[in-house]
């Protein structure tokens, strides 16, 4: 069969069958699973990339992400970056504030020697992006919708099962390859079957999440707003839009979730910065609970998980897919600098592990910390934390510090070894 990336409802494949053999499957086509395929689409190695969902429903998640500098340097490298560039929103300041507590913390470009803090992406628009690249690679075929349901080890190979996504008619395929690599998000049911443990735990809140449309945007400015009940973020987004991720306990979250358009932006507006313009339209609200996660080895046999699969975080300073991207960024280089007979084995594998454990270990330590710091009125707590806000203010070193590891500058970036090019 001819390798192609023809993302399509239907099924690529017609009945069941022995599908060609791979070097590289990857599960999970999120952007995390997209970055990886065009990470490697110049590898020469035949690759798999599966999705369950089929491809028009995928791209409608209304999810958009803050993206910080080390993901626009990672788009950089697998050269993608210029054609994500004009459908994402630069921001040029960030503002930090604690409830209604007038001191508040603004970050600029100049602090990182940058021309954005950051830059706010949405899923669709990222996704169809990275689909498009991926139509000219060659050795990427796309299985949507397939969903895999085993993968089991045999000697120097693994061997996955799939179904097709029609339930009307389930077909079954096998695909052989020499590295399994789980991108399938944090339920990844291929990551409980290689045994691979989560270990963590929920919050009790969750995420009231919302796209809002106004009059006169000040597009350029996102907000980290810290409330007793917990931190809500406000993301600039193209067209005059912003989006709210409004973090509440359960109860709370649930209560305003079902609110009417109207009484849900009479509720929401106090919360928000009286400068900000007037709200002409909100969006359907989605509810995300929030958790911090990560498994404690990124590594099984011919198998390896990234992504949220292998990690989840508050939402708090939009982190969880920066880290994968990361994750994509250590993993990509790994594979490309291993021989390839030795693709899949566990020790190769394990310095992807031992790199990239720690760092994701530190940044969801960082969001814990940051949530229970702010989500919490008990005096003592909140007179720290205002000193900490001051302490940020008032000293510039450290408040770069605190913005070079938000924005993944500060700890070592994977090597910088070059991409293979087209051919
Ligand atoms: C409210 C909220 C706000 C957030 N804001 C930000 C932010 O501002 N910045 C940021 O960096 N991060 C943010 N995050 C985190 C971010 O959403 C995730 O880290 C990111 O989406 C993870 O991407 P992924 O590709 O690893 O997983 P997913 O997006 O979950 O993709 C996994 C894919 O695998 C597929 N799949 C699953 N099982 C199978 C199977 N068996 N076979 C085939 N396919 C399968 C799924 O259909 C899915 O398409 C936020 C999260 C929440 C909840």
């Given at each position: 069969?001819?390798?192609?990336?023809?993302?399509?409802?239907?099924?690529?494949?017609?009945?069941?069958?022995?599908?060609?053999?791979?070097?590289?499957?990857?599960?999970g086509a999120g952007i995390v699973?997209?970055?990886?395929?065009?990470?490697?689409?110049?590898?020469?190695?035949?690759?798999?990339?599966?999705?369950?969902?089929?491809?028009?429903?995928?791209?409608?998640?209304?999810?958009?992400?803050?993206?910080?500098?080390?993901?626009?340097?990672?788009?950089?490298?697998?050269?993608?970056?210029?054609?994500?560039?004009?459908?994402?929103?630069?921001?040029?300041?960030?503002?930090?504030?604690?409830?209604?507590?007038?001191?508040?913390?603004?970050?600029?470009?100049?602090?990182?020697?940058?021309?954005?803090?950051?830059?706010?992406?949405?899923?669709?628009?990222?996704?169809?992006?990275?689909?498009?690249?991926?139509?000219?690679?060659?050795?990427?075929?796309?299985?949507?919708?397939?969903?895999?349901?085993?993968?089991?080890?045999?000697?120097d190979r693994a061997e996955l099962?799939?179904?097709?996504?029609?339930?009307?008619?389930?077909?079954?395929?096998?695909?052989?390859?020499?590295?399994?690599?789980?991108?399938?998000?944090?339920?990844?049911?291929?990551?409980?079957?290689?045994?691979?443990?989560?270990?963590?735990?929920?919050?009790?809140?969750?995420?009231?999440?919302?796209?809002?449309?106004?009059?006169?945007?000040?597009?350029?400015?996102?907000?980290?707003?810290?409330?007793?009940?917990?931190?809500?973020?406000?993301?600039?987004?193209?067209?005059?839009?912003?989006?709210?991720?409004?973090?509440?306990?359960?109860?709370?979250?649930?209560?305003?979730?079902?609110?009417?358009?109207?009484?849900?932006?009479?509720?929401?507006?106090?919360?928000?910065?009286?400068?900000?313009?007037?709200?002409?339209?909100?969006?359907?609200?989605?509810?995300?609970?929030?958790?911090?996660?990560?498994?404690?080895?990124?590594?099984?046999?011919?198998?390896?998980?990234?992504?949220?699969?292998?990690?989840?975080?508050?939402?708090?300073?939009?982190?969880?897919?920066?880290?994968?991207?990361?994750?994509?960024?250590?993993?990509?280089?790994?594979?490309?600098?291993?021989?390839?007979?030795?693709?899949?084995?566990?020790?190769?594998?394990?310095?992807?592990?031992?790199?990239?454990?720690?760092?994701?270990?530190?940044?969801?330590?960082?969001?814990?910390?940051?949530?229970?710091?702010?989500?919490?009125?008990?005096?003592?707590?909140?007179?720290?934390?205002?000193?900490?806000?001051?302490?940020?203010?008032?000293?510039?070193?450290?408040?770069?510090?605190?913005?070079?590891?938000?924005?993944?500058?500060?700890?070592?970036?994977?090597?910088?070894?070059?991409?293979?090019?087209?051919?």
């Open positions: 069969m001819t390798s192609t990336f023809a993302p399509s409802e239907q099924s690529l494949v017609a009945s069941p069958q022995e599908l060609p053999a791979v070097d590289v499957a990857i599960v699973g997209l970055s990886l395929a065009c990470a490697l689409r110049n590898s020469g190695l035949a690759i798999a990339l599966i999705e369950a969902i089929p491809y028009a429903r995928e791209n409608t998640k209304g999810q958009a992400y803050a993206l910080h500098q080390v993901s626009r340097r990672f788009f950089e490298w697998i050269g993608v970056w210029n054609q994500l560039l004009p459908h994402v929103q630069p921001f040029e300041l960030v503002q930090l504030s604690d409830g209604e507590y007038p001191l508040q913390v603004y970050f600029h470009p100049e602090d990182l020697g940058t021309e954005a803090v950051g830059y706010v992406g949405e899923h669709a628009v990222i996704a169809e992006t990275l689909q498009g690249i991926l139509q000219s690679a060659r050795n990427v075929t796309f299985y949507c919708p397939w969903r895999v349901v085993t993968n089991e080890v045999k000697g099962t799939l179904i097709s996504g029609d339930p009307a008619a389930p077909k079954v395929a096998y695909l052989t390859t020499r590295l399994v690599v789980g991108a399938d998000g944090g339920k990844s049911p291929l990551r409980q079957q290689m045994g691979i443990e989560p270990k963590g735990w929920q919050y009790g809140q969750s995420c009231v999440v919302a796209t809002l449309d106004v009059t006169h945007p000040q597009p350029v400015i996102a907000y980290e707003r810290f409330w007793p009940t917990g931190p809500m973020g406000v993301l600039p987004l193209p067209r005059n839009r912003y989006r709210v991720v409004w973090t509440l306990p359960h109860p709370e979250a649930q209560a305003v979730a079902a609110l009417d358009d109207r009484a849900f932006v009479a509720k929401l507006q106090p919360y928000l910065d009286p400068r900000m313009a007037e709200i002409t339209a909100v969006s359907d609200r989605f509810i995300f609970p929030t958790q911090l996660m990560q498994v404690t080895s990124y590594v099984g046999d011919r198998f390896v998980v990234i992504g949220d699969a292998a990690h989840r975080c508050h939402p708090v300073g939009g982190q969880g897919l920066n880290l994968g991207l990361r994750d994509v960024w250590a993993l990509a280089q790994q594979i490309l600098a291993t021989p390839s007979e030795r693709l899949g084995d566990r020790s190769s594998l394990m310095q992807f592990h031992r790199q990239r454990w720690w760092q994701n270990a530190l940044t969801l330590a960082f969001t814990d910390m940051l949530n229970r710091l702010f989500s919490n009125a008990w005096w003592p707590v909140v007179g720290v934390r205002r000193w900490g806000l001051w302490l940020l203010r008032t000293v510039s070193p450290l408040k770069h510090l605190v913005l070079r590891f938000m924005a993944g500058l500060l700890l070592p970036l994977p090597s910088d070894c070059k991409l293979p090019r087209a051919r």
